[in-house]
């Protein structure tokens, strides 16, 4: 089977402190995106071998991979063992605050359940994503929008009725969420460079990872600067712990228009694109 594996932004992401167990309290709306991989996933019976391929050579294909995180904890909570053949597509760049790895995570726990039979429950297989990774759960609800609490794992949909066209920029570096995370309590303002919330319709932009992450990666808060100077730009914000930027506009027209202003500007080295929010 062939499946879609979308993409996600936050909309925006709040910090509310550090917890016990070592992560950070959150709250933050997650939205899909129409730009997304392609996972194959085919089930070849029994056995308990797996062949995973990927069309983009820098991600592992070894026990790391969330995609093979996922088949086994599916694996282990369905007590089922078999062989799989798993393939992604790539168009979601790794590092980049965009959720491809819990994206393709999510993707292969629906695909394996679906596949052996549906043994686990729609609730079950949120539970075994929130083991996975804190994003993981947000890909396995119906709706292409949904609010994260905790540490992002406890996931409620939500009624999105805007369809946002946008442009995603990703400059050639990734950025390690933990490191962001770690860096967070203690990190300043870059004067000059505005972190307030923006005030849209479909709520309050705003990104509390933006503090830390600016504060080293010098590309990024310029970049929001330019981004906000555009006329068709509603509003800019880096995603999740970056480091993607991203600026909404009115229309698809003006999105693909500025992704062609942000490659003349960025170089060659980003990574560009126009796209919209799931609908």
């Not at 917890?19 to 129409?34: K, N, P, S």
């Not at 294909?61 to 694996?75: C, G, P, T, V, W």
């Not at 009624?159 to 860096?183: C, G, N």
Request: one cysteine or more; aromatic letters at 8%; glycine letters at 8%.
């Amino acid at each position: 089977m062939t499946f879609h594996s979308p993409a996600k932004i936050n909309l925006w992401l709040r910090i509310l402190g550090k917890r016990e167990d070592g992560f950070h309290e959150v709250q933050t709306r997650l939205c899909q995106l129409a730009l997304g991989d392609t996972v194959e996933v085919e089930h070849l019976g029994a056995g308990h071998n797996v062949a995973l391929t990927c069309s983009d050579p820098t991600v592992p294909l070894d026990e790391s991979n969330l995609a093979i995180k996922a088949l086994r904890a599916f694996e282990s909570r369905a007590n089922k063992n078999s062989s799989w053949r798993i393939h992604l597509e790539k168009k979601i760049p790794a590092g980049a605050g965009l959720g491809g790895g819990s994206s393709n995570a999510a993707t292969v726990l629906k695909a394996c359940n679906t596949l052996a039979g549906s043994p686990l429950s729609p609730a079950q297989l949120i539970e075994l994503g929130a083991q996975i990774g804190s994003d993981v759960p947000c890909f396995l609800i119906h709706t292409p929008a949904s609010d994260g609490a905790g540490r992002g794992e406890q996931v409620t949909p939500v009624e999105f009725d805007w369809k946002l066209p946008l442009v995603l920029i990703k400059p050639p570096f990734p950025i390690p969420t933990p490191w962001a995370y770690k860096r967070w309590a203690n990190s300043k303002e870059i004067p000059g460079v505005p972190y307030a919330p923006q005030l849209c319709p479909w709520g309050a932009m705003v990104n509390d990872l933006e503090r830390p992450v600016f504060e080293k990666y010098l590309l990024l808060p310029t970049l929001k600067n330019w981004l906000l100077e555009q006329g068709e730009v509603r509003a800019a914000l880096m995603s999740g712990s970056g480091s993607t930027m991203f600026a909404i506009t009115d229309t698809p027209v003006q999105a693909a228009e500025l992704a062609a202003k942000a490659r003349e500007w960025c170089g060659e080295t980003a990574w560009i694109q126009s796209t919209s929010t799931a609908g």
